[in-house]
């Protein structure tokens, strides 16, 4: 704390007594982050609302990218099992990464614009439906 002598007059603050309201303990009986688990977490209030929308929204955020990785990763061991297979060779595989890579890069501004809008759901640069 400050002298009185060095605070000047407008700053000085009066001393106010504790209110019932704010002498409460808020953490009274709550010992570790399990007892805090229920306010913590989301849950909907009685009018349907979410009580914590940044959870929420955190929420989505790691569902799409935990999707996003099981779609890459189930990506990864097709191309693994078909190379195993013999059904596609190295070349083949490189020529194909190369020119979807090429194809992806030229349209980098179309990508991002979809991730930030989400205007489609469905996968820009490939189609998992038969070719006709």
Known sequence: MLPEHLVPPRAH???T???VENSENLTQGKISLSHYESDI???TASTGQSKNMLLEER???LKDRLYRVAKIDTFTRVINNLQEEGDIDAQALSKILAEMTEKINNSGEKIWLNLITHEKNSPI???LEDEK
Do not use: G, P, Q, V
């Open 41 to 43: 977490l989301i849950s």
């Open 59 to 61: 929420d989505r955020h």
């Open 13 to 15: 603050l009066s001393r």
């Open 125 to 127: 640069f490939y189609s």
């Open 17 to 19: 007594t504790k209110s």
